[in-house]
């Protein structure tokens, strides 16, 4: 990825969040806050741009040591979403990806091409073993994207997500492994080639 941007098509991109953006950042999770909050404890956690420059420099600093990342979706310019890599560890091959949408951005296969990217990088460009997701039980369109990956459902760890009220959720695990992920990837470029 670029510092300028892997496109998503549609006017749509997947950039880089970096502290500078805290301002922006703020902004856009304080507008889908009630959205984020019932699936990602960090919606309670950013308040503010001083919240949002620490979560981001957080990232950052992580980053700079080969760890988690985040970026953001944006669509013609503007913040619509984000995905992560809320564990990134190239020493054992794992790593686990995240994403999130505003309303208004659903529904046009953002959150799945994002997420695609991301894993098709970890694991052809930087070797990992395996991507897997974690979904609250309850986030249907977050199951979907998994699903979409052609990731596979591996169980449920009961009342493993603690969010900020103290509730407690279950999380279902979903992974691909990179020799299914390279093998579907051959798949679809032959199938591109051939058509």
């Not at 369109?141 to 997500?161: H, N």
């Amino acid at each position: 990825m670029t510092v300028l941007g892997l496109p998503l098509g549609d006017g749509a991109e997947l950039r880089p969040l970096e502290p500078w953006q805290a301002q922006e950042f703020a902004a856009h999770t304080a507008r889908i806050r009630d959205r984020l909050s019932p699936w990602l404890p960090w919606a309670d956690t950013v308040r503010d741009t001083e919240s949002a420059r620490r979560w981001l420099q957080e990232f950052a600093d992580s980053q700079a040591n080969d760890g988690p990342r985040v970026y953001g979706i944006l669509l013609r310019g503007e913040l619509v979403g984000g995905t992560l890599f809320r564990l990134f560890d190239p020493a054992i091959g794992l790593c686990e990806l995240g994403v999130w949408l505003a309303p208004e951005a659903e529904g046009r296969g953002l959150a799945t091409r994002a997420a695609a990217a991301l894993a098709d990088w970890a694991v052809t460009v930087r070797g990992m073993t395996r991507v897997q997701w974690l979904v609250d039980s309850n986030n249907a369109r977050s199951i979907a994207v998994a699903k979409r990956l052609g990731m596979s459902y591996e169980g449920t760890m009961r009342r493993a997500m603690v969010l900020t009220d103290g509730q407690r959720n279950d999380l279902q695990v979903w992974s691909v492994l990179a020799d299914e992920w390279k093998a579907r990837r051959e798949a679809r470029q032959t199938w591109v080639r051939t058509s």
